[in-house]
């Protein structure tokens, strides 16, 4: 009897030590993975901060460019010139260690995801839906695109010297546009 009493106990230890063991490994791993997302929840934090700094800094960037790309003559090859390229330069050093990167498109079919159509250009037919130029530059943050490029996209094909540019309006069609030499290249923008 006192054997029997003895492996019943034995058994209900055995069991509540299985149920211990269960209980505590249950218990790590839901520490683990609060521990993992916590840290994903600060990358997210410190990165969407940087995002928000980068973008401040994104339109000072984009005057350096055009500072730089509309030097008089006579300006531009002194010693503040050069030091004008050369903060540039290191401002978009510090912008690339930090994840940014420019969005390459002039050429590139248009992509919605990456590119913001300003407006349309007309060109050959088998360059439709390219992009013809950039207005504005666009960045990507590691893999998020946080401000898309202003491109013109070429949309229609170029008519011949014989053809005419009218334009059919269209109901809610404006009447300046009829005749324009401006509306082929975006008649597609306004009807």
């Known amino acids: 009897m006192v054997e029997a009493e003895q492996a019943v106990l034995e058994e209900r230890e055995s069991t509540e030590v299985e149920e211990y063991r ?10 683990v993975n609060y521990k993992r997302r916590v840290e994903r ?10 995002e ?32 004008m390229a050369l903060m540039e330069r290191r401002l978009r050093a510090i912008l690339g260690e930090e994840g940014l990167s420019r969005i ?26 390219k992009v ?12 998020k695109v946080i401000r898309p490029t202003q491109v013109s996209v070429i949309k229609g094909v170029k008519p011949g010297p014989e053809a005419k540019h009218n334009i059919p309006i269209r109901r809610g ?4 546009w009829r005749g324009s030499r401006v509306a082929p290249g975006v008649r597609e923008m306004f009807f």
């Open 22 to 31: 269960e209980s505590l490994q249950r218990l790590h791993s839901d520490f």
């Open 132 to 143: 013809k130029s950039v207005i504005r530059d666009g960045y990507r943050l590691h893999d």
């Open 41 to 50: 929840e600060r990358d997210e934090y410190v990165r969407s901060a940087n």
């Open 104 to 129: 390459n498109a002039k050429g590139k079919e248009f992509n919605p995801w990456e590119h913001e159509a300003v407006f349309t250009e007309e060109g050959a037919e088998d360059e439709q839906g």
């Open 173 to 176: 069609g404006d009447v300046r």
């Open 52 to 83: 928000e700094l980068i973008l401040k800094l994104l339109p000072v960037l984009d005057d350096f460019g055009r500072a730089l790309n509309n030097l008089p003559a006579e300006v531009a090859d002194t010693e503040w010139s050069e030091g």
